[in-house]
């Protein structure tokens, strides 16, 4: 499998599209384990609403090293069955589900589907860590570990294009989750991916409320700018490894109106602003808020102080 650590370089749309380089960790003769990371939006504007319902994204993410890891094994039958690894623990387990509902499943029904259905089943076991509706794109991740693994269990001769293709009609951000680029602009639904050279390493502080957040609830809420703001500089600053002026340059207009749907996110955003005297972002369409820290010693010292005092799990991203 061409999957392995290739890093995206390439800077125009049709290069990436042709890209498919997420994190394979391991194969053994019967089973293939793929890590699937965490995103972060650093930068989302929405752009307008397209007639298909979805919002017209401009978008900068940056993969974590925070990542869910799927294990898949072929079956002798044509049955796709999915569970939890065992360290899994009970609150990530709740709201996920095991059925046809999960993306990990939904993508390997349509990658077969895409050959005709003829590769057999398939054993799949998430060892989730990424919360759900968090805005950080795990179930993203899932579906595109699972394109990964499928197309190498079932030995398919599926092209990076054709993969990325079903990618898209699954949902907008697996894209980017399986280009497995560090960072990237992402437009349209937020499915084409336009690849940032980025070689500075950011650090993070992310925290979840209890609360996680519904996206198309989010969207709904969200009034569209008459004017705007472009993704470029930030995406130079990250090119050009300008890290100290991102705090001034992220920015993600869902916020205002996921503070509407969730007020104890916008109460935790309040908290952690008081604490740490530093600007909060949300990504995606949230619950998970973050804070960008210099180095990963202060990253590891705010993430206990927060948990300290602010009694939240939070969680210590890399990219
Ligand atoms: O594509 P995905 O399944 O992630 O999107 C979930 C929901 O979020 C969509 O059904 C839509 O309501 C909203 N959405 C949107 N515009 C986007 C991405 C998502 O309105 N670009």
Redesign the pocket.
Known sequence: MHASNSSCSGDSLSDSTNQVCCGLVGRSRHAVVVQSPAKLNIFLEVCG?RPD?????DTVMVRTTFCDTLTVMPRDDQQLRLRFSDATTESLRHGVPLDHKNLILKAAEKLREFHGSSAPGADFVLHKQIPPESGLGGG?GNAAAALLACRTVWNLPTTDTELHSIAAS????INFLLSGCRAAVCR???EQIFPIPMTSRLFFVAVRPAQGNS??DV??RTRIPETPVSSTNIAQCLADGRTSQLDNLMFNRLTTAACEANTEMAELIARLQHLTRRPVFMSG?GSTVFIRCQSSLEARKLQSQVQQRLRVTAWHLEV
Do not use: A
């Open positions: 609403k319902g979805y919002h017209e994204l993203s699954l949902g907008s951000d349209g639904r937020g996206t198309p969207f709904r369409s």
